[in-house]
């Protein structure tokens, strides 16, 4: 069955400082992964998806099939960036069906 | 354009007692899907309807049950209420309902059994 793992639940950075996210799935076919967001009091919104290799906010994210990763990257964070962040895995068989790991709150000190 | 809305917001049901959710889609979209939210379990999957169908089942009990409308608006329901049905219960849309396209995600009601 299809996993994914957030393996730290709070992370703690400074202002300025690089950002790691880490994500690992378990799929043996050809995942979509996603990264969500959800700020404090706020709806939980899509940020960006391998499929796409797009990079919003100044957040990044590659697909590693061979460590089976996908690790969201910002290489400055600012304090607006403290949120729950959430990965997520739909299976090319399940079409909508998303499967989301833990979430890593992430706080940003001044 | 209006987001994905669902009400009621908060909701307070007595353990035994039913309750109904409701979930309307951004406009012109299609595929409606909810999931349950808690503090121990995470983000659930529970169903996903399509063009009024259910077109996929998350690993729910019977007692959790859907339904769309010819306008795509979704509605929940969970009968027979115990008190771990306690959670944030949010909907989502698509227009497609593939993942690839993403989805749109409403604010959820938060549903407290006692």
């Known amino acids: 069955a299809q996993r994914v793992t957030q393996p730290e639940k709070l992370l703690s950075v400074f202002k300025g400082a690089p950002v790691e996210l880490k994500c690992n799935y378990s799929?043996?076919?050809?995942?979509?992964l996603f990264w969500y967001v959800q700020y404090s009091r706020q709806r939980l919104q899509l940020l960006l998806r391998h499929i796409s290799r797009e990079s919003i906010k100044g957040v990044t994210a590659d697909l590693n099939k061979g460590e089976t990763s996908f690790h969201l990257k910002k290489p400055f964070a600012q304090e607006e960036d403290s949120a729950m962040y959430y990965c997520?895995?739909?299976?090319?068989?399940?079409?909508?069906?998303?499967?989301f790991g833990e979430g890593t709150q992430l706080t940003v000190n001044p | 354009k209006a987001g994905v809305t669902q009400t009621p917001r908060y909701l307070i049901k007595t353990r035994g007692q039913q309750v109904t959710l409701s979930c309307s889609p951004i406009?012109?979209?299609?595929?409606v899907s909810w999931y349950q939210q808690t503090p121990g379990q995470g983000l659930q999957f529970l169903f996903e309807?399509?063009?009024?169908?259910?077109?996929n089942k998350g690993n729910f009990p019977g007692r959790f049950s859907g339904r769309q409308f010819s306008n795509s608006r979704s509605e929940m329901n969970v009968s027979t209420l115990e008190l771990g049905d306690s959670a944030l219960y949010l909907c989502a849309s698509s227009l497609s309902g593939q993942s690839s396209y993403g989805y749109t995600f409403g604010s959820g009601t938060r549903l407290t059994v006692v």
């Open positions: 799929y043996s076919g050809s995942p979509e």
């Open positions: 309807y399509f063009s009024e169908t259910q077109r």
């Open positions: 997520a895995l739909s299976m090319e068989t399940s079409g909508s069906r998303l499967t």
């Open positions: 406009s012109g979209h299609r595929s």
